[in-house]
């Protein structure tokens, strides 16, 4: 089944083409302008300017129903990747522990040193792809189960023996790590639904 990931390339080679034709078109609208002023004083004239319209007529009708069928087809490609399953795959959170999950979010996002390090850069890249309507949830958590992988190692220097992997299980990371993506998601809901709507009309 294609993922996410393989309905945007197909988007872009879509909006590509249709970038391709946009200027074709421009073209062949120019073009409509100096067959008009062509001169029609003799039979050989007159004939050489109908011609040239059949024939310009017959190329714009066939870029524009180019430009028609592709953006048919990017809106399909559009409404299909938003049922589309992500190429990243679920982060497991049977066995999390809902109180260490609290404790670790809690310290990720009120730990300055963290944030500035490394969650700025992380909102920084998926604000440009919400931008870009390219954003995808899973794949966001992907990114923040680095952040929450970072934030256990710190929290176990800070307040525990040193390890952090031993007092917040891989599911517990994992859990922050959706939390954090999901908040995102919620906070930012309009940017990714504007991102979603240049996306289509490219």
């Known amino acids: 089944m294609p993922t996410k990931q393989d309905f945007d390339r197909a988007i872009k080679?879509?909006?590509?083409?249709?970038?391709?034709?946009?200027k074709r078109e421009k073209k062949l609208f120019t073009e409509r302008?100096?067959?008009?002023?062509?001169?029609?004083?003799?039979?050989?004239?007159?004939?050489a300017v109908t011609t040239a319209r059949v024939n310009h007529s017959t190329e714009l009708k066939i870029v524009q129903d180019g430009i028609h069928g592709n953006l048919s087809q990017l809106r399909r490609d559009f409404?299909?990747?938003e049922l589309a399953p992500s190429?990243?795959?679920t982060l497991k959170t049977d066995n999390a522990n809902k109180h260490n999950v609290r404790e670790l979010q809690l310290f990720i996002e009120n730990d300055s040193t963290l944030h500035r390090q490394q969650g700025e850069?992380?909102?920084?890249?998926?604000?440009?792809?919400?931008?870009?309507?390219?954003?995808?949830?899973?794949?966001?958590?992907?990114?923040y189960k680095n952040f929450a992988d970072t934030g256990a190692k710190k929290y176990g220097?800070?307040?525990?023996?040193?390890?952090?992997?031993?007092?917040?299980?891989?599911d517990d990371r994992n859990k922050v790590a959706i939390n954090l993506a999901n908040d995102f998601k919620?906070?930012?809901?309009?940017?990714?639904?504007?991102?979603n709507r240049n996306l289509l009309s490219r």
């Open 79 to 81: 409404a299909n990747r």
């Open 157 to 170: 220097k800070d307040f525990g023996s040193g390890d952090g992997f031993k007092i917040f299980s891989v």
């Open 13 to 22: 080679g879509t909006q590509d083409r249709i970038v391709t034709l946009r």
């Open 87 to 89: 190429s990243f795959k």
């Open 186 to 195: 919620e906070e930012n809901i309009s940017v990714i639904r504007k991102g």
């Open 33 to 47: 302008k100096r067959i008009s002023k062509m001169p029609v004083k003799t039979q050989v004239q007159a004939d």
């Open 121 to 143: 850069p992380i909102i920084k890249n998926l604000t440009k792809k919400a931008e870009k309507g390219t954003f995808d949830v899973k794949g966001a958590a992907k990114l």
